[in-house]
């Protein structure tokens, strides 16, 4: 431990004091000789995002949030590999910290990598592709997908394998994994997906499969089933089955002079009824997204070039006859002005719709505005 | 059953859905394999996020981070060495 302490910080110090000298540009020669002092076969690189929220809702007070996400990562060789994500964040009047995701990695072939720790979830496409504050285009997740909570795992503990193949001009990805599995809550039917003590041996699986026939478009379908109830008792057989498909599309519009991006998910949750009061209704739920955003990048101005304007709609709908029922509907407007590739500032306006039993609606709405910078 | 049939019916139709995608995507232009790392870094890095600059990162740093992407992309190994040579490159 000691060893490796040493050596990251004589690393890093290297790191230093090379980069507080101004090298010149070309020199091939100097860039090799420090290469050689930085690299040695191991590699480590710390990375990750920061961001800072200001809410207005309607009739409450105004808030500040702030959170920073490091992420390590450390290459052992061109097989073995080590990423984890530490998330830090004072939100909703508290301050977490949270374990993101740990996961070592080994690669079998080219076709073909071995995964196992706490992982973003494969069959959840936002939260595993595009909720990092610097990528998601509105300072808002969509409700569904449950990056702590919803319909949705946002992370699982187990083991994945995954990988992709291209077959001529297009390509397909495939990914199974297995893992705790959410747990049954009795009071109200729902799952929970925080699960780091599992309730039964019946593991939990997925699979994702992608297809992407041309590099723009990117189609998915996913697939998870576990076991919920707790080992031993009525609930035993008590099961969720989830089905999710998701769609992407980012081009370059010559015509528009800008970026046109897509996306959109959508997820079905059943879980079994076991009839065993107070679960005695049908248990189905779904929810979803659709997501566009244009980004005028290649018009002439320097100000309208870094402008992006984005609409989201999202909604969440729980079973008709359980505890709690309501449809949520939520459409939300951004507009973001980019600082550089990956730092921004997002101001959005979001209006949700929830119906409650009986048909009666409450309207709420609210403005947030961020700064998200990733590194 | 209700339910079982409702998802046959659903699976069907994404799996025509995929049958006529294959079709577009085998009729598309020169093969994965065969489109030089530059084209891929196109192709690849601005589906999720903004492409990033090669001259963001260091050698040693696009490495480590083409393997981070490698997995969250799915891209397959030739697709990624080709893209990081690129990137070593282009910085």
Known sequence: MKNIRFILFSIITLIFCFASQSLPQDNTDLKSQIQKFQSGSHQFMVTGYALTNFIKPQNEPSQFETGFNPIFLYKANDRLFFEA?????????????????????YTLNDYLIFGAGKFLNPANYFIERLH????????????????????????????????????????????????????LDLDDGFIDFKNYEDNNNNKGIGLKFGFLPIPELAIGYAFENATVGEENTQFENVSATTHVVDFSYAKDIRGLKGTIDLKAQVVWLNIDNPNIAPLTFENNSNGGYA?????????????????????????????????????????????????????????????????????????EHRFIGQIAFGF | MKFIKKYMVNLILGLGFFAVLTIVGCASTTDIVDRSGAQLWGENCARC???????????????????????????????????????????
Request: aromatic share 12%; proline share 6%; hydrophobic share 35%.
């Open chain 1, 132 to 183: 990092p504050a610097w990528i998601n285009k509105l300072p808002t997740m969509p409700m569904f997908v449950g990056h702590h909570g919803g319909m949705l795992a946002g992370q699982h503990l187990g083991f994945q394998l995954r990988g992709g193949t291209p077959i001529k001009g297009s390509k397909i990805e495939y990914v199974f994994f297995m893992s705790m599995g959410p747990t």
């Open chain 1, 291 to 363: 997501q566009i955003a244009f980004r005028p990048g290649n018009v002439d101005n320097d100000f309208f070039k870094n402008l992006e304007f984005v609409y989201r709609y999202d909604w969440t709908d729980k079973p008709d006859n359980a505890p709690e029922n309501e449809l949520m509907k939520r459409s939300t407007i951004g507009i973001n002005y980019w600082l550089s590739s990956s730092s921004l500032f997002k101001f959005a306006y979001e209006n949700k719709d929830i119906v409650v039993p009986g048909g009666s609606t409450t309207n």
């Open chain 1, 85 to 105: 994500e530490i998330e830090l964040e004072i939100e909703d009047g508290e301050q977490n910290i949270t374990l993101e995701y740990a996961q070592i990695l």
């Open chain 2, 49 to 91: 996020h903004n492409i990033r600059p090669p001259q963001s990162l260091t050698d040693a740093q696009w490495e480590i981070a083409g393997m981070h992407m490698r997995t969250r992309a799915n891209l397959s190994g030739i697709v990624t060495r080709k893209i990081i040579e690129f990137l070593k490159t282009a910085n």
